[in-house]
């Protein structure tokens, strides 16, 4: 296998090809939230993490922000431009990170309602090419809970965005399992998106500015996803499904230490959090987790996540506009996989998991 990393400053088109190029990790955001975002940077206790993060998007002149905010709120010409140029039939749509989770309460509530109404216009205008997934208000479990079913049931829309910690507070609380419980019986797989750093872990990443999405949110959003496993929620919600991007944030390549640490730690009784499990960590990442490839165009992490998790489980995401790479496309194209593989990783695994109607 090449181990060599690819160029990602070209910009050839991608060619016609013989299935749907279907991503599933784009962000998009409503002017209004970027106003209730503005309103909140003002306030003197705002989330570092959330400041850095989106105050630097939405103030700075440098290409790339300029770049990802004209993007990030445009859900017609320029978008359906942008995919039509990369050769992506279809986008699944979430609201950009971190939503509304860092939000009062009330506001989160009424905002998530107005974006997933905001959302379900956008697919009504486009509905070949966009699809998308709920935005909930952690904050008020009851409330997400019943916009869940809204979501599924009103607009059509068969999945969920958690741009992970909730205000540092972890879904493997069970204080928030209302919203596993509405999940599962919505049939609605919960996308865990990264977030920007909780203000307890960031000062080590920040300083030395990895606390983005070069490094921290993927160990950040990881470790969510470990909390959310080792706290027994799939044992006591066996149907519930979840998605993670950027190649599973690399759990998959943790699996083996995670197995035999996890085990080792629950025979010592080290931790009184740390209680037994029905299965070991990765049969919970193979049997509930779909992980997509956002932001990892790389053949060889591919095929090692398609041989850990299976073929059924990976699926493949741009992370637009935030990794806007047209060539990235290509080289997922020239993956050295069967017709048949090549289509479930771009196209069969989202229309399953997405409930998208071919
Ligand atoms: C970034 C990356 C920002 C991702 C995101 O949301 C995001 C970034 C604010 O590069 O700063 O969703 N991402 O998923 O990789
Ligand atoms: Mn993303």
């Given at each position: 296998?090449?181990m ?35 309103r909140?940077?003002d ?27 004209r ?64 935005a909930?208000?952690p ?13 599924v ?42 977030n920007s750093?909780?203000?307890?872990m ?16 993927g ?57 037994p ?9 193979k ?55 090549k ?12 409930k998208?109607?071919?």
């Open positions: 296998m090449h060599q990393l690819p160029d990602p400053a070209s910009t050839r088109r991608p060619a016609a090809v013989p299935y749907k190029r279907i991503a599933t990790e784009e962000a998009f955001a409503p002017p209004e939230m970027l106003d209730i975002y503005r909140m940077f306030a003197p206790d705002v989330d570092p993490g959330f400041k850095g993060l989106m105050g630097f998007y939405m103030s700075s002149p440098s290409d790339r922000a300029q770049h990802i905010m993007c990030l709120t445009d859900l017609d010409a320029l978008r359906l431009q942008h995919m039509d140029e990369a050769g992506i039939a279809m986008q699944v749509l979430a609201l950009t990170s971190p939503g509304v989770q860092f939000m009062d309460t009330a506001t989160a509530v009424s905002f998530a309602r107005i974006a997933n109404d905001f959302l379900a216009d956008a697919i009504r205008r486009h509905p070949t090419r966009l699809a998308g997934m709920l909930v208000a904050q008020d479990p009851v409330a997400a809970a019943k916009e869940i079913e809204r979501g049931t009103q607009l059509g829309i068969h999945s969920v965005i958690i741009n992970s910690h909730t205000q540092g507070e972890y879904l493997s609380d069970p204080k928030f399992w209302d919203i596993f419980a509405a999940a599962e019986a919505n049939d609605a797989p919960i996308y865990l998106h990264p750093l909780p203000a307890n960031l000062q080590p990443f920040q300083e030395a500015g990895l606390d983005g999405a070069v490094y921290g949110f160990v950040e959003t990881g470790l969510h996803a470990l909390r959310i496993i080792t706290a027994g929620v799939f044992d006591r919600f066996p149907k519930l499904r979840m998605v993670i991007g950027h190649m599973g944030e690399a759990l998959p390549f943790w699996a083996y230490r995670l197995d035999y640490m996890h085990r080792a730690t629950v025979k010592s009784q080290r931790y009184a959090s740390v209680k499990i029905r299965m070991q960590p990765s049969d919970y990442l049997q509930h987790f779909y992980v997509t490839n956002s932001g990892v165009a790389w053949e060889p992490a591919v095929k090692f996540t398609q041989d850990f998790m299976g073929m059924d489980r990976v699926l493949y995401a741009m992370d637009y506009p935030y990794q806007h790479a047209v060539d990235e496309v290509g080289m997922m194209d020239n993956m050295a996989l069967s017709a048949e593989d289509k479930r990783f771009f196209q069969t695994n989202a229309e399953t998991l997405f998208i109607k071919a």
